[in-house]
């Protein structure tokens, strides 16, 4: 999966853009005048430490990295305009569907920001070597040498400014047209709007806000950052991404317009990632940002504090050879964990004393639909490592399973109880995807499943 969206991500940069209507027309050279970096702040920049993005370590807004995301919710995540189904999609349908955008943008600021994907000789006068892209006033469009629209420099080059970066990171991610604009025109709610749902249309319940300045630890993936001049027009635009280490990291192009442009394609400059603490730093890009965020709106998940989640699993075998039934996978424990979107994250850490020391380490994420009555798909992983002790040697062990539509079977006064009995159960964990290893671990293959099998979830508040 996770293959295959990148290739259809790099073999989608040469999409074309679609004409604006007269109406939208935009005021972009002389909106342009507006959207530059001092010299100052370059010099600053241009010593900031480069960081990379990849698929995989993306952290979404709803708490699952990217592999997560792919593998987990299992979505088809296609590139180009997206006709509107017959049929209106739930709101955990519309939150996958606007992830996968914000991680396809995400996805083509990694392939931008990568210099060696952009490795050209010189060509002559005025067509300079490069190593990575450079930034180039006005460019929205990397694939061929140009002379900068607009600026000083009279060099052709492969390059983007800030809010050309941006227009590429929704133009390969299938918004083809109406974001082509200058920064001031981009960071407008009622034009992202406008277009994303033009490209997007079964996104019926998209909304776009803009947040103004807001503190960091609230900052997620796919928000547009801006930066503000004193008399309240854009200077720089970018996108933030946050990674699975929980750091915020700032996507963007950068560069100058002055008679400098020699700088613009060299090392420090174009489209490259930088530690967003470095970049707001009041000799940087500074602290006079604001915050425009992509989001769905739709029900809340269960108004849960504090999340208590009992899992059990129960895949009853009877074994060929001494026809005695045996739990063949059992979950059973007790953890805490949040909603994020509508998707259930928690994790365990335990440790204990018992013929020698064991650890055990698991987690589990689940997906629901949109009531939350259903479990979409539920991923568990456990590992339990025992150290020697006398007589009895030291072994580790890694248990995992997938399972997919369980609905909820019934409530109680604190949760709810999501249950599959008998042979519907045993159906589901025929079909697991088990990688039971380990000195103790049973296979799926050498037991056959009976009629005892239960798959049992209870997800309710603990108390206080």
């Known amino acids: 999966m996770k293959t295959r969206f ?17 109406d939208d027309e935009l005021s972009f050279e002389e909106g342009l005048q507006e959207e530059f970096l001092s010299e100052e702040v370059l ?13 995989d370590e993306i952290l979404l807004p709803n708490g699952m990295s990217g592999k997560e995301f792919l593998e987990l919710m299992d979505v088809e995540i296609d590139i180009g305009l997206h006709p509107k189904s017959t049929s209106e999609k739930s709101v955990p349908e519309q939150l996958n569907l606007k992830n996968s955008l914000l991680l396809k943008m995400a996805t083509v600021a990694s392939f931008l920001t990568t210099d060696d994907n952009f490795i050209y000789r010189e060509e002559g006068d005025f067509k300079p070597a490069q190593h990575g892209l450079a930034y180039s006033y006005g460019q929205r469009e990397y694939k061929f040498r140009k002379v900068p629209p607009f600026g000083a420099c009279m060099e052709e080059v492969y390059g983007l400014d800030c809010s050309g970066f941006i227009h590429q990171l929704f133009k390969q991610a299938g918004v083809t047209e109406g974001l082509d604009g200058t920064a001031q025109d981009i960071r407008q709610t009622s034009r992202l709007l406008k277009y994303i749902k033009k490209a997007y249309p079964d996104l019926t319940k998209l909304k776009v806000v ?68 470095d970049a707001i730093h009041p000799n940087g890009l500074g602290t006079n940002y604001g915050i425009v965020r992509i989001s769905i709106e739709g029900t809340e998940p269960p108004d849960f504090n504090s999340i208590g989640v009992m899992v059990k699993v129960y895949g ?27 998707v259930f994250t928690a994790s365990y850490d335990d440790k204990y004393e018992m013929y020698g020391t064991f650890t055990v380490n698991g987690s589990m994420k689940a997906a629901f639909n949109t009531t939350y009555d259903t479990i979409n798909k ?11 002790y006398k007589n009895l040697s030291a072994f580790t062990q890694t248990m995992s399973c997938e399972l997919i539509k369980i609905p909820k079977a019934y409530s109680v006064p604190l949760g709810e109880v999501f249950e599959i009995k008998g042979e519907t159960a045993c159906n589901y964990i025929n079909d697991l995807k088990d990688s039971q290893s380990g000195t103790y671990a049973y296979s799926l293959n050498t037991w056959a499943c009976s009629w005892k099998s239960h798959i049992y979830i209870h997800i309710d508040k603990e108390e206080e």
């Not at 010099?43 to 698929?55: H, N």
């Not at 700032?250 to 490259?272: L, W």
């Not at 009853?316 to 509508?342: C, M, P, W």
Request: glycine share 8%; proline share 2%.
């Open 6 to 22: 990148l290739l259809i991500l790099l073999t989608s940069i040469g999409l074309m853009l679609n004409t604006c209507s007269k």
């Open 43 to 55: 010099a600053f920049c241009d010593d900031l430490e480069r960081v990379e993005i990849t698929t």
């Open 210 to 277: 803009d947040r103004g300045q807001i503190p960091l630890s609230e900052f997620c993936s796919g928000d547009i950052i801006y930066w503000l001049k004193p008399d309240g027009g854009t200077r720089h635009i970018g996108m933030i991404v946050k990674n699975t280490a929980n750091e915020l990291i700032i996507t963007q192009s950068n560069g100058s317009r002055s008679d400098n442009y020699e700088a613009n394609f060299g090392a420090t400059r174009g489209p490259c990632n930088w530690k967003l603490t």
């Open 316 to 342: 009853y075998y009877t074994g060929y050879l001494d026809k005695v039934d045996h739990a063949a996978i059992q979950v059973s424990h007790a953890y805490r964990g949040r909603f994020t979107e509508n």
């Open 378 to 388: 539920l991923v568990w992983k456990e590992t339990i490592s025992k150290t020697a």
